[in-house]
């Protein structure tokens, strides 16, 4: 069981909707957090289609340190509505936590928003 994190799926939500609720293509976002999760910084990892987007684990692993991220959450869109984590979702987010785990790094959540304001949190499935 994965600890209790300190960022609710719903601020996280709130932080990332202006700026993917509304596309038309799936992008993946993260924000490197610091000791307190107070944000350092927020990059854009990958942009996709209206089906998907691919991002590699080392690629997120490497922002988060260049960053200097204690902690990093992630954050896409689904353009269909539907906020439910896919399968692909699923895996990419265990594989990152599981590797971030390794360098010291927490990832505290994997949100995904929606056109609708809908969101869902892959941790929270």
């Known amino acids: 069981m994965r600890p209790r994190r300190a960022i609710a799926p719903r601020d996280i939500a709130r932080f990332f909707e202006p700026m993917l609720a509304h596309l038309v293509h799936e992008e993946l ?55 439910k984590p896919t399968d692909e979702d699923v895996f990419l987010t265990n594989a990152v936590e599981h590797a971030a785990h390794l360098i010291g790094v927490t990832l505290d959540d994997h949100v995904i928003v929606t056109p609708a304001e809908r969101f869902s949190s892959v941790f929270l499935r």
Not at 29 to 42: E, T
Not at 65 to 76: G, I, R
């Open 29 to 83: 976002w993260m924000a490197a957090l610091d000791v307190h999760h107070r944000v350092r910084g927020v990059r854009m990892l990958s942009r996709g289609g209206l089906g998907g987007t691919l991002v590699e684990q080392a690629d997120v692993l490497r922002a988060a340190l260049e960053m200097a991220a204690t902690s990093f959450v992630l954050c896409h869109n689904h353009p269909s509505g539907d906020p």
